[in-house]
Nanobody
Framework: EVQLVESGGGLVQAGGSLRLSCAVS????????IGWFRQAPGKEREEISC????????YYTDSVKGRFSISSDNTKNTVYLQMNSLKPVDTAVYYC????????????????????WGKGTLVTVSS
């Protein structure tokens, strides 16, 4: 059974930091792309970062570039999202998902749907 389990969410003041974890089991970790998505209240879910585990390339959407950092530990089958300089607009439920991409390039642009999803972890940033 494939499982993706997020952890690390919580309440933090603006300017603070959190590190989210996505523990993956039940699939061959290093051939999957893992994306971090978020859904703010009243908004659609958006992908904000992804890592292609086969070659360790990483991508970010403009809204988090320079503040968030994605990384992967293949020994633990875990992907992390380090979030710094958090803003109230970052408040959302954060999800990780596993998907495959065709070819090479920016996984944010090559995303056409995820095969597996975690249940999410809530991040609340207070002003």
């Amino acid at each position: 059974e494939v499982q993706l389990v997020e952890s690390g969410g919580g309440l933090v003041q603006a300017g603070g930091s959190l590190r989210l974890s996505c523990a993956v089991s039940g699939l061959t970790f290093n051939i999957w792309t893992i994306g971090w998505f978020r859904q703010a209240p009243g908004k659609e879910r958006e992908e904000i970062s992804c890592i292609v585990n086969s070659d360790s390339t990483k991508y970010y959407t403009d809204s988090v570039k320079g503040r968030f950092s994605i990384s992967s530990d293949n020994t633990k089958n875990t992907v992390y999202l380090q979030m710094n300089s958090l803003k109230p607009v970052d408040t959302a439920v954060y999800y990780c998902a596993a998907y495959k991409i065709e070819g090479t390039g920016n996984c944010l642009d090559l995303y056409y749907g995820a095969n597996y999803w975690g249940k999410g972890t809530l991040v609340t940033v207070s002003s």
